[in-house]
Structure formats: structure tokens, C-alpha cells
């Protein structure tokens, strides 16, 4: 089953504004990751926030993680035409449960985000 | 430094026919990850792969799909006698032995269309 569900679908914004995404997953989690799909590419890293931590920044991304409520939020402040993109999180779930299940992330379906001139 | 590189870029096959995807990985990135790809859809896990080790492969189908990543050369995802429904984009990823599951290094993906 999904992991992780992006929230929303889809996202049109202006030009300096700021957007938000948000994921929601379902699982005990070693960290949560975000990562960036441009149209016909691969996907790019952008960001990491483990378990233990709360709020992480890089750059114009803030990333927050509350494990109580399993979910994770992705703000881009002041965006350009370049953020558009799809916007992807990824959690890794590696060894909290035995018996199984994939030792990769998994990722949820995205955020399509579009930022207009 | 290059990054994740994968060959073909397109794949075009007839129902039937046999596909094989490569992904070379990072330089010093001993950790090899396929995911499939939808369209609209995120990236569904297929298999993780060390160096001639198959570590796990809970996301491929049992039958007609196998990888491999040998000692020498790039790690293949094969699909033999493909259907419509394996048309997808096929993305590889690579992390380095500390980064596992940390920090992934994608490709820029196979599309594979099967007629």
C-alpha cells in the first residue's frame, strides 16, 4: 500500500509566493525525504528530516515532520518559474518491521506544482 | 563526476519481446535501486541490489522480471516476453554504502513502450 500521500494533487501559485505541500504516511519511519521530479526527468533530492527531528531548512525549503500525526510538510518560500516541478516525499521504513517489505523508500504519488511568471 | 546514467532513454518493444534496461551507478556508490514509474503515479519500488547481491526484490513481479548487478558493468533490469501493461519509465537510483536509504542519486529513466 501507499506510504506516503502528497497533498494537494496539484498547485498553482504566482511567482513569489509562497507554496505548501503536504505528506501524510501511514507507517513508523526512520526519516522522510523530498525530492523533486522535472517533467521527463529523474527525481532530485532535495531535503532529509529524521524521526527525531522537528523542522529542517535548506535554502528557500522548510521542511517540518510531526510523528504523532504521521505527516510532513514541504514550504518553498518566494517561488520562481523554475520550482515547477512535481514534488514527491519518500519515506524509509528500512528495519522497523521484520518479516519483510521493501528496503527502499517509498514514495508517495506527488504534488504538481506550477508556478506562474 | 557523472552522475546515475541509464541506456536507452526510449525502448520501444513488441508484445512478446525481451527489454534490458542498464543503470550505471555513481562512481563509489555500491548500492543499486529500480523503481517503476506511471504516468500521474509516484515511483514504486522494484528491487535493491549490491554488487552481485540481490538484497531485496519484494517489488518485482515473480515471474518474467529479473536483476542483476554484477561485479563488472552496470546492473540490468530484464523483463522478458513484455505486455502493454509493462509500458512505464523505469528509473534507477544509486546511494553510497553510508547514504543507504538517505540520499538517493537518480537516473533520468528508460521509457519503455511496448506495442
Known sequence: SQQGEEDPQALSIQEGENATMNCSYKTSINNLQWYRQNSGRGLVHLILIRSNEREKHSGRLRVTLDTSKKSSSLLITASRAADTASYFCATDATAMYSGGGADGLTFGKGTHLIIQP | ?115
Open chain 2, 1 to 115: 563526476n557523472a552522475g546515475v546514467m541509464q541506456n536507452p532513454r526510449h525502448l520501444v518493444r513488441r508484445r512478446g519481446q525481451e527489454a534490458r534496461l542498464r543503470c550505471s551507478p555513481m562512481k563509489g556508490h555500491s548500492h543499486v535501486y529500480w523503481y517503476r514509474q506511471l504516468p500521474e503515479e509516484g515511483l514504486k519500488f522494484m528491487v535493491y541490489l549490491q554488487k552481485e547481491n540481490i538484497i531485496d526484490e519484494s517489488g518485482m513481479p515473480k515471474e518474467r522480471f529479473s536483476a542483476e548487478f554484477p561485479k563488472e558493468g552496470p546492473s540490468i533490469l530484464r523483463i522478458q516476453q513484455v505486455v502493454r501493461g509493462d509500458s512505464a519509465a523505469y528509473f534507477c537510483a544509486s546511494s553510497p554504502p553510508s547514504r543507504v536509504n538517505e540520499k538517493l542519486f537518480f537516473g533520468s529513466g528508460t521509457q519503455l513502450s511496448v506495442l
